[in-house]
């Protein structure tokens, strides 16, 4: 094998990560995100590798290698929990929606090990570009994004002081705006911040409900395949007769080109993240 085409070792890697650092900040985005592919795929590599006994003697990472590229990757997940912090303002409770921030929050283990984002990001998922819901000061993204589209949960509503509803606190969180008014004192359709999911606020003295509403807008994600290459691309219809747009997705698989497309509705987006429906459309 040429020298040119030999895989790159850790140390090679985290100088790369160094590199990208030093790009402009529109530059080092997409090209962190694309080392980050990369890494991932170094990670499973590695993993396919040491469940097959390590391989041939040529195998890109084995032993200490595979432990080198744990470690990197622990590195870029700790990096992007970081940027997150600090751009996002990703704190729970504790944050300050305004920017710009003027200095970094402090960082002790226990935020390290008790961190939902962190955890999120230690997983493979994006973080979101916006702090999530909070349940007593800590990120709720399940209530968001998880399976259970039903929650049981604390809540009262705020007023103006001549019986006119303004608001909402649940578990604590007071950011929640009304949507609707579906029946006065008792059902309500409200809104994280107005970004993503609508759900529908049963409130009753004893115990409130919470149902995240399905999804009302449709967009179509195109499969296509092209020399044995398979790719996803979003199409981005925008209303008032303006052409569609074709967004492509990095992904592999229907399920990251799924998440991939969330993730682009999220920054580009955010008062319709979690209210859209994927429909997959064949090439023709």
């Known amino acids: 094998m040429d020298q040119e085409l030999q895989p790159l070792d850790a140390d090679e890697l985290m100088g790369f990560f160094e590199r990208i650092g030093r790009l402009p900040a529109g530059d080092a985005e997409w090209v962190g995100q694309l080392f980050q ?27 200490n290698s595979a432990f080198d590229a744990q470690l990197a990757q622990v590195a870029l997940d700790a990096a992007e929990w970081l940027k997150t912090l600090w751009n996002v303002g990703y704190m729970g409770a504790g944050s300050f929606p305004s920017q710009p921030r ?12 008790k961190s939902s984002l962190f955890a999120r990001i230690r997983e493979g998922k994006r973080p979101l570009p916006f702090p999530p819901p909070t349940r007593n000061g800590l990120p709720w993204h399940d209530l968001v994004e998880g399976p259970s589209e039903s929650h049981v949960v604390h809540a009262e509503m705020v007023d103006d002081g001549n ?9 604590g969180c007071v950011d929640w705006h009304i949507i609707e008014e579906v029946s006065k004192g008792g059902e309500y359709v409200i809104q994280y911040r107005g970004k993503g999911p609508l759900f529908r606020l049963n409130v009753n003295p004893f115990f409130s409900t919470m149902q995240r509403q399905p999804p009302q807008w449709e967009r179509q994600i195109r499969v296509q395949e092209r020399a044995g290459v398979r790719s996803f691309i979003l199409i981005w219809l925008s209303g008032n007769n303006a052409p569609a747009r074709e967004i492509p997705l990095p992904a592999a698989t229907w399920e990251r080109a799924e998440s991939e497309a969330a993730y682009w509705v999220a920054i580009n987006h955010p008062e319709m993240y979690g209210q859209i429906r994927f429909e997959q459309l064949a090439s023709g």
């Open 37 to 63: 592919e990369c890494m991932r795929a170094r990670m499973r590599e590695a993993e396919l590798l040491e469940s097959q006994g390590g391989g041939s003697e040529n195998a890109p990472m084995t032993g």
């Open 102 to 113: 003027t200095a970094f929050p402090v960082i002790g283990l226990e935020d390290v090990l």
């Open 163 to 171: 019986g006119e509803t303004i608001g909402a606190i649940v578990e």
